[in-house]
């Protein structure tokens, strides 16, 4: 299944300098500020937003896990180094005993964090060779792999080949971590069908089971409840908390020009449609 997680309110363009130089406190309003947004507009129970993944893959090192571990349960930033498709990813785990892998984006906790749960992005590899040194390209983000597949066919082939480095190793939860931009554009309807897991070839899921990220600390008993079966989902849905009939708020002018629209599952909108820190309520 799917859930709701955060990735900051400002997503400030400036990485090295913003992100770097951010206290607590300062991690603090971008992120539990952010879950205050999401469930007085969005109606998501606070108390189900569980986790977050860090904007540009950056955590802030100590000043963002001690934020991290006094309000959420998991994050889902640090990155996995794996030295090639055999090589085995990791189960998430706890930093129980700190963070003991490479740093691959300073900076990186060095403290350890008791019952908070890293979900890691695993290394991904491009199926075919590149470069000079014949070797596969990587990367965290799934839309990150070069050469990027054009095709339905292509994708499911890319796609397949890292599950199944995945499931023939340990069959350490598989993410497919992707940017919206990658599902935006001329060649998504042709991504899709392998995106949700059809084999285009013979119009087949993939075997395996969807498991949410706040799942994946819960233990194998857990993850192996999940299921793929849309009646089964559709019986344990909760009930929706937005109104039928949703508001729409209009703002005829922006910081970044222009009118907006923006749908919320309540009755009053924010007075200004802004992504400015310390002004959850939009004043």
Excluded at 1 to 15: D, K, Q
Excluded at 219 to 230: I, M, R, Y
Aim: hydrophobic share 30%.
């Amino acid at each position: 299944g799917n859930e709701i997680a955060l990735h900051s309110i400002s997503v400030n363009t400036n990485p090295y300098d913003y992100w770097k130089s951010l206290d607590t406190e300062g991690w603090e309003r971008e992120f539990v500020d952010e879950r205050l947004m999401v469930a007085k507009y969005a109606k998501v129970p606070a108390r189900d937003i569980r986790g977050l993944r860090g904007p540009f893959l950056f955590t802030g090192g100590d000043a963002g896990f001690r934020m991290l571990h006094h309000h959420f349960d998991y994050d889902c930033t640090l990155i996995h180094k794996r030295d090639g498709p055999d090589d085995a990813p990791v189960f998430p785990f706890t930093l129980d005993y700190g963070f003991r892998k490479p740093c691959m984006v300073q900076e990186c906790p060095n403290a350890t964090y008791p019952g908070l749960w890293t979900v890691p992005l695993n290394y991904l590899f491009g199926k075919d060779k590149i470069g000079e040194d014949d070797e596969h390209g990587h990367c965290a983000m799934a839309d990150a792999c070069l050469p990027q597949p054009e095709t339905s066919k292509d994708t499911f082939e890319y796609l397949r080949f890292n599950f199944d480095n995945f499931y023939n190793t340990n069959r350490a939860p598989f993410p497919v971590s992707l940017q919206e931009a990658s599902l935006q554009g001329q060649r998504t309807e042709e991504r899709l069908p392998s995106l949700r897991g059809l084999d285009p070839a013979k119009g087949r899921r993939v075997p395996g089971h969807r498991v949410r990220g706040a799942r994946l600390h819960e233990g194998p008993q857990a993850q192996t409840k999940a299921t793929l079966s849309v009646t089964a989902l559709k019986k344990n849905l909760p009930e929706s908390t937005c109104p039928k009939m949703r508001n729409v708020s209009h703002y005829p002018t922006t910081l970044r020009g222009g009118e907006r629209y923006m749908r919320i599952c309540g009755t009053t909108c924010p007075r200004k449609l802004t992504r400015r820190v310390n002004n959850p309520d939009g004043n």
